[in-house]
């Protein structure tokens, strides 16, 4: 919970319980509901109103009007029973008071670990090279948003950042996708980013570093990983792969929702089908580092030679990091992959003779997305020319290498996230995923790819 949410309720407290004795109050204890609405109003203005703390409101107002009416007649008798109810009712909203907001709480991001504030933008992109296979008209072109997430200026000025654009329109869809009500992601923009939005981006040459999400997932779902490369100078670049996603929404409005049938041809999702699904993102990627090229040769531009595309990195979850091993795989501008519990069995047949010539990475849960998947894993893992780490992260699943985990504690038993502790998973995720591309984009040797892992949770294998 936020400082003023718990105060408005545990400054109420000691006043409710008061109203179970049958002692009359004392003056000083009437003065205590004032305290708890004035921390009610420095909540809404400093931390922002959200549903989960309804009952609280409703605890203050109980307790404000029954601590007037002991103020203004301090002689009055008071008639117990009612007192009673009233302290008891007034209690029980304080049990669900507190237990909504720690139920659901305002996500809490770990914390950035490197010296540079970071910002961030969006674009929309059109490659107008590229037909869109997956709309009945031949004239459509390939649609995508892009965010960026780079190191700023140290007195950068400007808007928070927001986690979720067009959050009336993303927050239902991403309820249904996880069998949830659509209130559930209300609030999930009240999530301190320490991010300025559409910040200027440091005149430095920043290496680049490009995710892909999952099938049904979102560019955004892993802000923890990106904003923490970013505030180690890099420039992250994250891609919503329209129509494979949970959903896309275009500046004019338009919304593109995933649609199973249209991507996988009529079928359930599966490998075979999945084989184009995984071209055609590794497409985006080339199309993004063409369009980030432009950008950056462009004089005066938001890039304008601050980033150095001679150094790149890719890194995807699920579907993402399939994607990952696709695309480094056919493009050569690849120079470092890191997988998260990637689904590899949709990648090219070719994979086993022909895989990453880069150095590469894997971190997945124990059971890799069952044998199969795990089996096809570890022979790539296996025949990598290059440098790799196989790394399996106890106590984690599927969801856990995404920011999801951190919007409830309750995401293990909603069956969202292994037993592992969250924000240590994302923290060991970090380190290693900053680690890696900080040793083969910029040539800075690394003691935690080197020597045996100082986490407990973390079985490695290397080659």
């Known amino acids: 919970m936020r400082p003023f949410e718990l105060l408005l309720i545990l400054t109420t407290i000691p006043f409710l319980i ?32 959200r549903w989960q703390m309804l009952p609280a409101y409703l605890l203050v107002l109980i307790s404000l009007v029954l601590a007037v009416h002991g103020l203004r007649h301090p002689e009055a008798p ?20 507190l237990f909504l907001p720690i139920a659901i709480p305002v996500a809490k991001l770990p914390p950035m670990t490197g010296p540079h504030p970071v910002g961030t933008t969006s674009l929309y992109l059109v490659d ?12 459509d072109k390939r649609e995508l948003m892009a965010q960026f997430w780079y190191p700023t200026t140290a007195d950068a000025k400007g808007e928070d950042a927001l986690y979720l654009d067009s959050l009336n329109v993303a927050g239902p869809v991403l309820a249904e996708r996880f069998n949830l009500p659509s209130f559930l992601f209300d609030h999930i923009n009240l999530t301190d980013l320490d991010m300025i939005q559409n910040a200027p981006v440091l005149d430095e040459s920043l290496p680049v570093i490009i995710f892909s999400h999952g099938l049904t997932g979102i560019r955004m779902q892993n802000t923890t990983a990106a904003r923490e490369l970013a505030s180690h100078g890099f420039l992250v670049a994250a891609l919503d792969h329209t129509y494979g996603n949970a959903l896309t929404v275009f500046p004019d409005g338009r919304v593109i929702l995933y649609d199973e049938k ?7 999702a599966n490998p075979a089908d999945g084989n184009q699904l995984v071209n055609v993102w590794a497409d985006d990627i080339a199309f993004l580092l063409a369009e980030m090229a432009n950008f950056n040769a462009e004089d005066g531009g938001w890039l304008n030679g601050r980033v150095d595309l001679s150094k790149v990195g890719v890194f995807g979850h699920s579907t993402g990091g399939g994607t990952t ?62 440098d790799g780490y196989l790394l399996a992260l106890a106590g984690s699943e599927h ?22 502790n969250s924000h240590d998973s994302l923290k060991i995720q970090n380190a290693y995923i900053v680690a890696f591309f900080d ?25």
């Not at 008071?78 to 049990?95: E, I, K, N, P, S």
């Not at 249209?262 to 359930?268: L, Q």
């Not at 969801?399 to 592992?420: E, K, M, N, R, V």
């Not at 040793?439 to 080659?463: G, H, W």
Request: with cysteine; hydrophobic share 40%.
């Open 78 to 97: 008071t008639r117990r029973g009612l007192a009673f109810v009233a302290a008891l009712f007034g209690l029980l909203c304080a049990a669900v008071a």
């Open 399 to 420: 969801y856990d290498f995404s920011d999801l985990a951190l919007f409830s504690p309750f995401t293990p038993q909603l069956g969202l996230s292994g037993s592992i």
């Open 262 to 268: 249209r991507v996988f041809n009529g079928n359930d």
């Open 325 to 386: 091993v696709q695309f480094c795989m056919q493009d050569e501008r690849c120079q470092a992959g890191i997988g998260l519990d990637s689904w590899v069995l949709p990648v090219d047949d070719s994979v086993l003779t022909n895989g990453p010539t880069q150095p590469f990475m894997f971190i997945n849960t124990p059971v890799w997305l069952g044998p199969e998947n795990a089996a096809l894993g570890e022979n790539i893992f296996d025949n990598l020319p290059q």
């Open 439 to 463: 040793q083969y984009l910029r040539e800075n040797a690394s003691a935690l790819l080197d020597a045996a892992s100082p986490y407990s949770e973390v079985t490695i294998e290397k080659k």
């Open 128 to 139: 107008e090279n590229r037909p869109e296979i997956y709309t009945a008209d031949p004239d």
């Open 18 to 49: 008061w109203g179970l004795t049958t002692k009359p109050r004392p003056r000083w204890l009437n003065w205590l509901p004032i305290v708890a609405f004035s921390f009610t109003i420095l909540h809404l203005v400093t931390e922002g109103y």
